[in-house]
């Protein structure tokens, strides 16, 4: 999340998301969903003859608009055989890797809530996280999705935080986890606020 | 004595703000953080807070000192350092 408030990046900056791609066997359960159920536009299609490799199979790509300039793509390679991996696993693992779009405010979020209920998308309640309110759900291709608003903006203590939480992670979990657990990290990370409310005295 | 320290931001006000109300807790303002203590144990309920559970288990976050008795969906319950118990970060 930008802020003005912290120093910048040193080396060269990234201007956020392009696109992301994701590979499909249902291209046309997928355009329904992101077309017709999210109603976002079809802005790119590209179809090619494999890539002149003999190993390579002849494939459509297909992007749909996601706002300010990003897009999520598709991949159909055409007569290969469905991975039913691709969506990775079940359970919390399944939601690890996942890609989350922004809603502009906390109306649009719960727009999004009812549309998706009303398309007869299974979606979760409005979850409320730390800065963040979000609805998370999956595509045909079992792709797990989150839209989410952020509630407020992070400042230079939300990263002077982090920057202890993370020294405490290294600390705690650096050689492997072990018999290590949460709580001590959470003990280390006492330690170090407590050190450095007393340096500031 | 067990200490909780809790980011001063907007979504964990309510902890901050039970912690307060609470006779038998104490809070100090500690730079970006405000530290709870609790004589001889510290106790939160959720239902004193009105936190979700998202938020709720991401409680201690900002650190603790002693040790976890109980911590679920309900309550957070933390004591002093066991007396002769080593921990092996200290």
């Known amino acids: 999340m930008a802020n003005e408030s912290l120093p910048g990046p040193s080396g060269p900056r990234l201007a956020g998301v392009d696109h992301v791609a994701f590979a499909t066997w249902k291209p046309v359960e997928t355009v329904n969903f992101y077309r017709d159920v999210m109603g976002l536009r079809l802005i790119h299609a590209i179809s090619a003859k494999g890539w002149g490799r003999t190993d390579h199979p002849d494939f459509l790509h297909f992007f749909f608009d996601t706002g300010q300039g990003s897009t999520i793509a598709f991949f159909y390679y055409v007569g290969t055989k469905p991975r039913e991996d691709m969506a990775g696993p079940r359970g919390y693992l399944g939601m690890a890797r996942h890609l989350a779009w922004i809603a502009e405010s906390e109306a649009d979020l719960l727009a999004w809530h009812r549309r998706l209920e009303t398309q007869g998308v299974s979606v979760s309640e409005v979850v409320e996280h730390e800065a963040l309110k979000s609805i998370y759900f999956r595509d045909p291709n079992g792709y797990p999705l989150e839209i989410t608003w952020k509630a407020r903006t992070l400042t230079a203590a939300d990263a002077e935080d982090a920057a202890l939480t993370i020294a405490a992670m290294i600390d705690t979990f650096g050689g492997g986890s072990g018999e290590r657990t949460i709580e001590d990290m959470w003990r280390r990370k006492g330690e170090k606020v407590r050190a450095q409310a007393a340096q500031a005295k | ?90």
């Open chain 2, 1 to 90: 004595m067990p200490a909780l320290y809790v980011l001063k931001v907007p979504e964990f006000r309510p902890l901050i703000a039970c912690a307060e109300r609470d006779p038998r807790l104490r809070t100090t303002d500690c730079g970006n953080y405000v530290r709870i203590d609790g004589d001889p144990e510290l106790t939160i309920a959720r239902s004193a807070t009105g936190m979700g559970e998202a938020l709720w288990f991401g409680s201690l976050v900002g650190g603790i000192e002693g040790r976890i008795s109980e911590f679920d969906a309900e309550v957070i319950r933390l004591r002093a350092d066991d007396a002769g118990v080593p921990t092996g970060d200290e």
